[in-house]
């Protein structure tokens, strides 16, 4: 008898051993999200501005010149101040102090509410309650009024010293969110499997844990640092911070005090309120494109269009699947509510 023919499968990108590819997309997927890419490059736009402006600046922030209310021309493309101060100038030098304190402020607090609040939800008992004590009085701790009285308190308080205040009272609620994922995710199958095989606490929070809340500590820093951002702008907004140090709040403070609106300079007050809402714009994007990275629901809510398995592309409808016939054109009798792939399988 002659042996069985062995059979050869050959390796593609469409085979078996094409099963890279897919894993590739899947790391890829986040950023090749419209919200998520458009609030990265925009957000990568001032980090570098935030670098590189007072270099770049065309004239001193603080000098005073006789251009007095000058509208955008050519030699000052914002404008300048009552005093002949550049706009433009101050735009970019006050970009600098605004990123540091976002920034800072949401590496300190996503920190502790990671340190904390996985700690609690791990380990349970005493430290478990313990934490969550800490974590509840923090959490009733008003920032920004804690934040006026520091600044009002200590004349020389100034860009660090308002980063560090914000993220040292704004990690509570985060460490809660994390503490009751934590909770979720410690029975599970796979950490049971590492803690029965002698893996150390710390390796399986970091190794086991952590991975699983990527997302929610990414989501919680991007809203710790619209926080801080709109914070620190409040603060130069109504005087209360420094206006030594040029920031967009302090542009708007003398704006405000000077009567911009009422003189019709509108350039005074427009290009900081614009570059304000264009980052918050642009931390919101990320904000929902890590949503959506994480929920498959919200990722496949927005497809107006989807193809088949056979190439064919349907048009959706509010609120219906449609169905499909074998020969894969749309039925147009009884549409009927299906789930997304992603979502029978439970897959994120």
């Keep these: ?12 990108p469409e085979g078996p051993a094409g099963a890279v590819a897919p894993a590739k ?3 890829l997927r986040f950023v090749a999200n419209p919200k998520a890419a458009t609030g990265l490059v925009v957000l990568g736009f001032f980090c570098l501005i935030a670098v590189i402006g007072p270099w770049i600046a065309p004239y001193d922030p603080s000098a005073r010149s006789n251009d007095l209310i000058q509208a955008p021309s050519g030699k000052h493309w914002f404008g300048t101040t009552h005093l002949g101060q550049d706009i433009f100038s101050q735009v970019l030098v006050g970009t600098r102090g ?4 976002g920034l800072l402020a949401g590496i300190i607090a996503t920190a502790l509410s990671v340190l904390i ?3 609690s939800g791990f380990l349970g008992g005493a430290a478990d309650e313990a934490l969550s004590a800490l974590s509840n009085v923090f959490l009733v701790i008003p920032a920004l009024p804690l934040i006026i009285i520091v600044a009002s308190t200590i004349p020389s308080a100034g860009d660090l010293m308002v980063a560090l205040v914000i993220g040292l009272t704004s990690w509570a609620w985060g460490a809660r969110v ?3 994922q934590t909770l979720s995710l410690r029975r599970r199958d796979y950490v049971e499997a590492a803690r029965a095989n002698g893996e150390t606490t710390w390796r399986i929070i970091s190794f086991e844990i952590l991975p699983n809340l990527t997302a929610i500590i990414a989501s919680g820093f991007v809203g710790t640092v619209i926080f801080a951002v709109m914070s620190e702008i409040t603060l130069a907004f109504i005087g209360i911070s420094t206006i030594s140090e040029w920031n967009w709040g302090t542009i708007l403070f003398w704006a405000q005090s000077q009567q911009a609106l009422a003189q019709g300079a509108w350039w005074w007050f427009v290009p900081a309120g614009l570059a304000i809402a264009i980052l918050g714009t642009a931390l919101s994007l990320i904000n929902f494109g890590i949503d959506e990275f994480v929920s498959p629901r919200l990722r496949s809510s927005g497809r107006t269009k989807v193809k088949t398995a056979d190439g064919h592309t349907v048009k959706m409808r509010v609120g219906f699947t449609p169905v499909l016939s074998q ?17 029978a399988k439970g897959v994120a």
């Design 117 to 119: 609040g996985v700690s």
């Design 327 to 343: 020969n894969g054109k749309k039925d147009p009798v009884t549409p009927v509510i299906r789930k997304a792939p992603d979502e």
């Design 98 to 101: 605004v990123m540091f304190v």
């Design 25 to 27: 997309r899947q790391r």
């Design 1 to 12: 008898m002659s042996a069985p023919a062995t059979t050869i499968t050959a390796v593609t």
């Design 178 to 180: 994390l503490r009751a």
